[in-house]
């Protein structure tokens, strides 16, 4: 029952209506019998919406598009990994001192290993947006070795030069001898209303390898249905959008959510759009 003790907490974005975010907290804060609710805020000032968390004592706040990287200037300080990437999108507030995390990268190398271990994979990685800056932060750190493709060779060589991995001019995940035994896209190819499109050829998918997609509408995407028609392994977006939302829940808690409940949760909702 919310109550004089009930606890908020909240999403930043705009748009954010579409968020699945309180789909993830309010149902593992009703398993976990807390007494919290998570709302959803459409921000139009982010200077005033941060000075809200303050004022108003919000215990932990997620961040999401187009505010991520904005939002640091008003926060008093961040964690290694977000400091690394530039990206928050976990604030806590802990007697008003407000610390920025992000788990973006954590969902994706959670994901992963949930199917595959990591240390020493050969990795190659669509994308050099938010999200595959992240993820290939992550992954750097788990012993991966990663191959970058983008669109756009500027963005992609740029961030293959401050990781220190390679950068590759074609969609190819494999190239002379190497061969990735891991395909990642986090590039929005293939997401509604382009459902047709797929990031990579269905032959350049070997069979063996383990091919994840951050998309998730829809959730089964061109490039999952063919990866597995070539006898690949498959991990969809819910996957990561699960073990994202279960990382910020524990730094604000403490408390490590049940991961089956939240893409259940997940997949009803999505089914149901
Ligand atoms: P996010 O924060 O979700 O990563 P983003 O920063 O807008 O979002 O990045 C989107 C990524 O998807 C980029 O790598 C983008 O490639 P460009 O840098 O060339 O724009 C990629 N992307 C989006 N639409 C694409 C398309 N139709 N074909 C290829 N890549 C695409």
Redesign the pocket.
């Known amino acids: 029952m919310i109550d004089g003790r009930t606890q908020l907490y909240g999403v930043m974005g705009n748009p954010v209506r579409h968020s699945l975010s309180p789909i993830i907290h309010n149902g593992a804060f009703k398993r976990l019998g807390l007494n919290a609710v998570y709302l959803a805020f459409e921000v139009q000032d982010l200077k005033e919406a941060v000075r809200g968390i303050r004022g108003l004592g919000l215990c932990g706040v997620s961040v999401t598009m187009p505010f991520k990287t904005a939002v640091i200037p008003y926060l008093d300080r961040l964690d290694p990994t977000a400091e690394k990437i530039q990206s928050v999108n976990t604030i806590t507030n802990r007697q008003g001192l407000l610390t920025g995390y992000s788990t973006d990268g954590r969902g994706a190398v959670e994901a992963l290993e949930g199917k595959i271990p990591l240390q020493g994979k050969r990795v190659f990685l669509l994308?050099?947006?938010?999200?595959?800056r992240a993820m290939a932060f992550s992954l750097k750190e788990r012993g991966c070795a990663i191959a970058l493709f983008?669109?756009?060779a500027d963005?992609g060589l740029a961030l293959a030069k401050e990781l220190g991995i390679e950068f590759v001019a074609l969609p190819s995940p494999s190239l002379g001898g190497w061969k990735a035994e891991v395909i990642i896209n986090?590039?929005?190819?293939g997401m509604h209303p382009h459902e047709d499109q797929s990031?990579i050829a269905q032959e350049d998918l070997q069979p063996g390898v383990t091919v994840m997609d951050i998309v998730y509408r829809p959730l089964r995407t061109r490039l999952l249905k063919e990866a597995e028609n070539q006898g690949c392994q498959t991990i969809d977006g819910l996957e990561m959008l699960a073990q994202q939302g279960a990382a910020q829940f524990e730094i604000w808690t403490g408390l490590r959510p049940e991961i089956e409940p939240i893409k259940k949760d997940l997949r009803q909702i999505l089914i149901a759009r």
Do not use: I, W
């Open positions: 994308g050099a947006g938010g999200a595959a983008n669109r756009s963005k986090a590039t929005s190819v990031p």
